[in-house]
């Protein structure tokens, strides 16, 4: 079982290929969108009385457990931006945070033992809250925003110290330890308590460090990205998804779950919102893992 506790949005959406307006969107939306391929999950988080309930049925019929969404009076967390040709980066237009700007999460009771928890993209404060409430998970993930470090910087440097594994951009990375380069950036995290530490590099792949190895996972080669948002949510989401369904942490397994990851984040981007997510099947998710199989594969040289 693989609990998550993040944002449940709307989202108003353009890039170069079009727009959609008022979509699903929101890190805890995206990140179950692409672990219930994989795995049963719990979801917790709000929305107001304005937001379209019943567009999350199909996650529902995955087995996305709502228990925990809380529906609150006012309006929901809507979320505006666009893309340009750089898909790698969105201009936010508008920000309304609503009912997410009272947010205080309630884990329920059946939520409590899940293994696995990812905390994803809200205040640092919230996330150490959550972990208050959890019994003893098998590993504990979190995700977090230049918003957070900068705003919250004591509160995320303590939440590093109960976290086994922390993901993040490279601009965040960097801002953070206030390291450019990546390697000695990912030392630095390391050194505060996250045993493994994930960075994203949007369209050029992910790194996985630990203090004694690196990986990396490439993206995947598509003829088209349609809209990008949402794609490291959904990336954490393959990535914890994997986790969750084999119980296995050990680093040949956790090198698979990259690969996951990377696969379930390749098909966010192919359309907006959770759509593509919510059209592809467990089958698809495996073709495209051995699809990236191939494309990493070679055999070294003999001596």
């Known amino acids: ?20 307006d008022n979509v699903l969107g929101g890190s805890g939306t995206f990140f179950s969108a692409a672990a ?69 999460p309630k884990i329920p009771a059946q939520f409590k033992s899940a293994p696995f928890v990812f905390l994803a993209n809200i205040d640092p404060r919230l996330q150490l809250d959550v972990l208050q409430q959890v019994n003893k998970p098998k590993l504990v993930a979190c995700d977090t925003m230049n918003f957070w470090i900068e705003s919250r910087r004591s509160d995320l440097l303590e939440l590093l110290k109960h976290v086994d594994l922390i993901t993040l951009n490279d601009g965040e990375a960097r801002q953070l330890t206030e390291k450019f380069n990546l390697v000695q950036a990912a030392r630095w995290i390391l050194e505060r308590g996250p045993r493994h530490v994930i960075i994203k590099k949007g369209e050029h792949g992910a790194f996985m460090f630990t203090r004694d190895t690196i990986f990396f996972a490439p993206a995947y080669p598509l003829e088209s990205v349609f809209d990008p948002t949402g794609a490291g949510d959904s990336f954490a989401g393959g990535f914890m998804g994997y986790l969750a369904r084999t119980g296995d942490l050990s680093e040949r397994n956790m090198r698979r779950a990259m690969i996951y990851g990377a696969a379930l984040g390749s098909f966010a981007v192919e359309k907006f919102s959770v ?23 070679f055999e070294a040289e003999n001596a």
């Open 36 to 104: 219930s391929l994989l795995t049963p999950v719990q979801l917790v988080g709000v929305v107001g009385s304005d937001y379209p309930v019943d567009q999350l049925e199909p996650l529902a019929r995955r087995g996305v457990d709502l228990a925990g969404l809380e529906r609150a009076e006012g309006s929901s967390f809507r979320w505006r931006g666009r893309y340009r040709h750089d898909l790698n980066s969105a201009e936010t237009i508008e920000t309304h945070l609503g009912v997410f700007s009272h947010f205080s």
């Open 275 to 297: 759509q593509r997510l919510l059209e592809v099947s467990p089958e698809d998710v495996k073709s495209r893992v051995m699809a990236f199989q191939q494309l990493v594969a």
């Open 1 to 20: 079982m693989l609990l998550v506790v993040g944002s449940v949005a709307l989202d108003s959406v353009e890039t170069p290929f079009g727009r959609a």
